[in-house]
């Protein structure tokens, strides 16, 4: 057996049958499968030790309470944050720029004031900000993308100013899957004194992230595409900025002292965490923090360059296909059309053949505007995929062009 086939077995989803074929999982951009130590840690938190975290003077809450609190730990060293007050646990990646967007934004916009994102973001990072900028009176800029899906960096650059007070990027495109050059933009943007939000949603699962050295404001990503369970993620902030913000939701745990007249609010980062968190979820997330640390991102990423590379170039030899998304600095994402069949016609024949991609506008509408398209295929690939199940694609593409023409 080698290393891919022992890793594999870590995944009991991998093993499924789908009409009687082998899972292809190849929507990894969406959500990443579990391993046995992520389902083992949340099945073993519900039957050895359930309870409610902090303040709790019995054992089973004292051991929820340092099982959480050590996940913060965990993800302080895994993103290189400082402090580990600097970590806020949320919902998601979608929650993360929400609470960025309505404590840090409503506090620090003014009417004239410009937040720059870019043409490829995920909607997450673009309904918050027009929402935001709608109530204060804020312009929303956008920078500009070329056809191969890089940003056009000196466009970025002149919209840069005096009045651009945040810049929220995404690291890698869930849609082109482009790296973008983030410490020069976050350097560019610092220059002219605005903040910087990465969502490293599609960088975390892919990439070592350090916040120190990126020199990024906010950090945001989600459990669930780090091989961890749904409903959990997290906010990485400055502390000197999460300091000076405001909660956005109040409640139990976010409060240091409460009267009718007045309420005080907790320490970082509980200021940030009103109500019983995701406990069990954030236990979840940190045990696949430490499979991945385990593999290493040596590993993953040269896995996952070998499956890019052999994609790209078995897609790029179909007739009438064409990759929507052509940076040279690309993470193991492909997306493409083909001329005259709907790509949800392909997502459909593919699924027959046991193959799960993605169709659609991954959330980036204004990105299929750009390239006039209602959408793409999208096969989004992570370490424990198979050179074998890209041939498999392959043969499914080829298949469904014949059968669809
Ligand atoms: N940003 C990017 C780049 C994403 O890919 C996603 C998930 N598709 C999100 C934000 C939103 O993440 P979530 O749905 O986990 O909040």
Redesign the pocket.
């Given at each position: 057996m080698n290393s891919i086939e022992k890793i594999r077995n870590d995944f009991p989803i991998l093993g499924k049958k789908l009409n009687g074929k082998s899972l292809v999982y190849f929507d990894n951009?969406?959500t990443t499968q579990k391993p046995n130590v992520v389902i083992d840690a949340i099945s073993n938190y519900y039957k050895d030790y359930n309870s409610n975290i902090h303040r709790g003077v019995h054992q089973l809450s004292q051991l929820a309470t340092q099982k959480y609190e050590d996940a913060r730990s965990l993800v302080q060293q895994f993103v290189n944050a400082k402090q580990r007050e600097e970590i806020i646990f949320t919902r998601?990646?979608?929650?993360s720029i929400n609470l960025v967007a309505f404590s840090y934004g409503r506090k620090n916009l003014k009417a004239g004031d410009e937040v720059i994102i870019t043409a490829m973001e995920?909607h997450?990072?673009i309904v918050p900000w027009q929402m935001v900028c709608e109530e204060k009176g804020a312009v929303l800029k956008i920078a500009p993308i070329n056809i191969d899906g890089d940003l056009i960096l000196e466009d970025l650059y002149d919209m840069l100013s005096e009045r651009t007070k945040i810049v929220s990027l995404?690291h890698v495109?869930?849609t082109l899957g482009t790296i973008n050059p983030v410490r020069e933009i976050i350097h560019k943007a610092h220059e002219n004194n605005a903040v910087v939000l990465l969502?490293a949603?599609?960088s975390i699962q892919h990439m070592p992230i350090d916040v120190i050295g990126l020199d990024c404001d906010f950090l945001t990503f989600?459990g669930?595409?780090i091989y961890g369970p749904t409903g959990t993620?997290v906010l990485f902030g400055k502390k000197a900025l999460l300091d000076e913000m405001d909660p956005i939701q109040g409640g139990g745990d976010m409060i240091k002292e409460v009267t009718f007249s007045k309420t005080t609010y907790n320490e970082l980062p509980h200021k940030f965490e009103a109500g019983t968190p995701n406990i069990v979820g954030v236990i979840g997330m940190a045990e696949a923090i430490n499979y991945v640390n385990q593999l290493g991102f040596d590993f993953i990423h040269q896995q996952e360059t070998l499956l890019l590379e052999k994609a790209t170039s078995a897609l790029s030899s179909i007739d009438r296909l064409k990759i929507i998304g052509n940076s040279q600095q690309k993470s193991s994402v492909v997306s493409f059309v083909i001329d005259g069949i709907h790509p949800f016609d392909i997502g459909t024949l593919l699924d027959q053949l046991g193959i799960a991609i993605r169709t659609g506008h991954h959330?980036t509408q204004p990105l299929m505007d750009f390239y006039q398209i209602p959408g793409t295929a999208r096969a989004s690939f992570a370490f424990y995929n198979l050179e074998k199940e890209v041939d498999l694609l392959y043969e499914g593409l080829k298949k469904s062009v014949k059968m669809l023409s």
């Open positions: 951009g969406a998601g990646t979608t929650d995920h997450s990072n995404i495109s869930n969502d949603a599609q989600s669930h595409k993620g959330c």
